[in-house]
């Protein structure tokens, strides 16, 4: 009998702590309310264009990337475009996607990121399994450099063969919106004013590339740091300008201490909010 009531006990004394759970991440609306991966699934299915707002380094982000992308395998002819690749690297990849080079020939020819292999190796695998295209979407980072150096002007002496891997100049800035005054906020002014036109020129880059691909009746899922497409600025932005009449639906990956209350300041980020524990294991 006491040994009865002592396994009792003991079961008792354990059971809050079997109860607590870890909670890696969670989905939630714009309006901050908890929803499921199925639903942002059928919303993004409705979608011409996605904007996937990631943390670089973030497991969880890039997980779902893939998730959200192969899920929509087989519901309407697939895009996919990125970030991570810069507009004068597109014919490598293209090649690369068609079997003309392999993995080595990849990574000598085309700058890929340092977390590719962990982190975008997989979308593009998925691609060039369904030969689906992969649009390389950013501006080169020397030429956005020159905009960080000289401003927008700076692009003007460029040759033909170069401003191609540009969106057409000159190109429409708006220094009052949000995501281009904070950034010199945040800077405390360093960097000067060319600093947000260095952001805007990579923003109106992805967004022209996008465009200049996209197929209608298809689906592109464009790739990207949450800041270019937060609030529904940034590429968002340069998107709506040129194509009003597309349906984009957006994400944003946050980071929070406590992933099960979204913070007042992630609220209307996106259309769906990716929240992840701020103790998550970062890929590089």
Known sequence: ???????????????????????????????????????????????????????????????????????????????????????????????????????????????????????????????????????????????????????FEALDTLPDSEKQWIVPLPITYDSLLPCYAGILKENHGHGGANLPKAQAIKDATMAHFILQNYQTGSICIHYNGAYHSDKYQGILWYLQRNRPDLKYFTISTVSQSDPTKLDAENVNKADIIICVDENMTSTH
Do not use: C
């Open 1 to 151: 009998m006491k040994i009865r009531i002592i396994i009792v006990l003991l079961f008792l004394g354990f059971t809050p702590l079997m109860a607590q759970k870890t909670v890696a991440y969670q989905i939630y609306t714009s309006k901050g309310k908890t929803t499921s991966f199925e639903k942002m699934l059928s919303q993004a299915s409705e979608a011409d264009i996605i904007l996937f707002g990631e943390l670089h380094d973030n497991a969880i982000a890039h997980w779902l990337q893939y998730e959200l992308t192969h899920s929509l395998v087989g519901k309407k002819p697939l895009m996919l475009s990125a970030e991570m690749f810069e507009a004068d690297n597109q014919a490598v990849l293209n090649r690369y996607l068609a079997g003309g080079i392999d993995d080595k020939g990849l990574d000598t020819l085309a700058r890929l990121w340092k977390n590719y292999k962990t982190d975008y190796k997989p979308l593009v695998e998925l691609a060039k399994e369904n030969k689906y295209p992969v649009v390389a979407a950013n501006i080169p980072r020397k030429y956005a450099s020159k905009v960080y150096k000289g401003g």
